[in-house]
């Protein structure tokens, strides 16, 4: 388009003339009210093409992402946790051999401290009678030896009700030990065979893994060139906004020259600097304008060749001789495998029991427990019954000598009681200590190896799906946004009209010859008040350029304002 722009009258140069910057002042205002659709539309363009790209960047993504470090890593890592959880398994059933082992005699040493105790309170009830006879006639050791003999009789009981449930786990034990070794037999030989097949389907997933890994590696710079391209795309499109707030400034520039022409007689002076200020400053935004025009443009057309590129990878990819074997075949290995691995949870459950068993039999025993920590008090109660005894016998004669040394014996077997009560109750604190191990402790293996299975299967339909989506769609999405970007125009109306502008201010300079003296007042009042209309550095940068007398007062105003405080910045940046 070519601007029609007024010839001068007589011998009234363009400078001079307000009907020229009047003429600029409304092509600049048709050009700022265009700038708006003009970018909308282009904002139209970049938001289809992006949403176009984006199915295949989120295809490629999926491709190389199916099989991607985290989700092959956690895959592998489930088949490896079902190998170690093997081995835990078998090192779990020989365990609760040992506990069995170890249980069995901690019973042991229970039964011959109950042996020792039976014959402790023997030995206590015959010192009782040897007691009634010696002192029969004395009723001060007659009721020492009637308080021994309650005693025994009392510690007797409790001893016997405890001695029936030890009774009771050892005939368990003694069962459970049987069914436990079948366990392990089971648990040994299946884990044997499951195995050797884990350990395959993990390296055929590595190998899944690695190979799209290469792929993820080409997949990486395309997707990253179309991120950038749109981001330049993005930035380009501010120019619209900027181009708007660079045009009224000069239109304000315009305007205030124009109010000071209908005002003055002899501003020719003032005119052609402002003239030159107003070049400048258009042929800037004309040029800026342009440039950024074009990269949105060209950012767009590199869009549909990265929209090219994606297809072209994938279809490499795809067609590639020496892939790894499809990981299908691991899922169906891992469903061949389920009835070995059924097998070792039954067992692993059966085995389960064995601990249960352990436990209630322990619970029982230890609610029984107070009967043995009751022959701790009766051994103190006799200690008593024994000091005082003794101190009574100093008195006796040679009865007291015969009764003081029955006592010693007395003390003495309470302290023998005593021991071996602590020693059960010692014995009985182990063999409270061992908890039962759960079921599927280690976790479910069955249910792992179809969680694994079944994501594997989700993985290949997410590969296979979004192969398919790029070899059908890829041109077409390319195609489209070929088109797309081809209705953009920012030359008619808008473009030529910027630079038509400009052509015409640099033209009305060269006709304006040199400049006469311009009012240094107006000058500088007029150059103060344009310059604090910017809102951009590169405006400001032109207008210093144009008016470099204005520089040192910029400089010193800005020397003079204080430096914002840390907190100030950070409010500011936030």
Known sequence: MTLAFQAPRGEVKAALDPAFFQTIH????????EIEQRFLNAGGVLLEARENIQVLTEALDRIAGSFGRDRADQTIGALRGAIAQLQERIAREHGRGDDLQATAERLSTIQAEISKIHAILGYLAACAVSTRITAAGNDKFMSFADEIANYVQKAEHEVAGFSRKVGQMTSELDRIGEEHAHVIEVVGSAAAAAAPQLIEAAQVVDRRRAELEKLAGHAGPVMHAAASKFGGALSALQVGDMTRQRIEHVQENIQALLDLMRGATDDAGLRIPVLR??????????QDFDTDARAIVGALQGVAV???????????FTGRKGRAEPTHDVVERLGAMRHLVEGIEAAGRRSAEVDGTIRRLAVELLDNKEDIGNLRHVQSDIRLLAINAYLHCSRMGDLGRTIGAIATEINREGDKLGRSANVILQTLGALGG?????????????????????????????????IDLIATRGETIAARIDAAVQGLDFSGALGEQLAACSAALRQAIVEAGPAPEAPAE????????????????????LHLNVFPELRARVAAVDASKPEPAEEDVDEFLL
């Open 522 to 541: 107006a000058l500088a009042a007029f150059s103060e008040a344009a310059y604090g209309r910017y809102t951009m550095n590169s405006e400001r940068e």
């Open 434 to 466: 061992t908890d039962a191990a759960p079921a599927d402790a280690g976790g479910d293996l069955v249910a792992g190896l179809d969680a694994v299975g079944g994501a594997l299967r989700e993985m290949d339909k997410e590969l296979g799906g979004s």
């Open 26 to 33: 409304d092509r600049l205002e048709q050009a700022r009210r």
């Open 277 to 286: 200020l107003l070049s400048a400053l258009t042929g800037a935004l004309s």
């Open 306 to 316: 990265d929209a090219r590129d994606i297809h072209s990878l994938v279809g490499n």
